[in-house]
């Protein structure tokens, strides 16, 4: 049995737990997938008991590695890239090993209005959400057009479709943003949609996404836009 265990919530919805999942999947580290259920969020519900049980954070993803329980991607993505020094999760130059860092911390903590405005629901297809959101948040605008030039600049100096050529860690970061624009057809750049296509073009996501359409779970209190699948 692998020696790493990691709790995700629903594939379709929960962008935290997409993260260090494709980072274990891409790089071919073996791990243990326990889904938690997204029942409610309260403290009572069946999931904040199940992960509160493992994590005082009581929020998923989760990774314990034997008696070590980390939480959080962050923290997670810098625990296995440690742990496996070999599998390059960051950049090899320490100058590019920044710049990914900066990029993880910046959206682990920013583009507020695209992450509460257009939540990651991957087997939904939202055009008509997204140009209302999109005619009317300013803030969304300006988190897209942040991502655009981002993703545009990196990709100018790197070969191989991915923000720093190889897949990293910085990519694995940046792929349920790239299911959001998906999901609510944001307008992007030529080049953002290259980046795109190539991150959807990952086998580790197209398994992850394969695996979200598959749940047939509607949480309603996931779904701003919708009553029903």
């Not at 694995?172 to 959001?180: G, I, L, S």
């Not at 609510?184 to 959807?200: D, N």
Request: with cysteine; hydrophobic share 45%; aromatic share 10%.
């Amino acid at each position: 049995m692998p020696a790493l265990t990691l709790y995700i919530g629903n594939k379709n919805y929960s962008a935290w737990s997409m993260r260090p999942w494709l980072m274990l999947r891409e790089k071919g580290i073996a791990f243990r997938e326990v889904r938690v259920r997204f029942d409610s969020f309260e403290r009572g519900s069946e999931f904040k008991k199940t992960i509160g049980a493992i994590s005082p954070a009581g929020t998923v993803p989760v990774l314990v590695d034997g008696n070590l329980v980390v939480w959080d991607s962050l923290a997670i993505a810098e625990y296995l890239a440690e742990k496996f020094p070999g599998q390059r999760l960051w950049p090899a130059s320490m100058h590019e090993r920044a710049r990914a860092r900066s990029i993880c911390a910046e959206m682990h903590t920013g583009f507020k209005a695209l992450r509460r405005l257009c939540p990651m629901n991957i087997e939904a297809r939202l055009p008509e959400a997204g140009a209302l959101a999109w005619r009317d948040h300013e803030d969304l605008r300006q988190d897209v057009a942040r991502l655009d030039a981002m993703w545009s600049e990196l990709l100018r100096h790197h070969e191989g479709g991915l923000l720093f050529g190889d897949f990293t860690l910085a990519d694995a970061f940046f792929a349920p943003v790239v299911m959001r624009l998906e999901t609510y057809a944001l307008p992007v750049s030529a080049t953002a949609r290259q980046y795109m296509q190539a991150v959807q073009a990952l086998p580790s996501v197209q398994q992850w996404v394969r695996e979200a359409c598959a749940e047939h779970d509607f949480r309603p209190f996931e779904e701003p836009y919708r009553l029903g699948r």
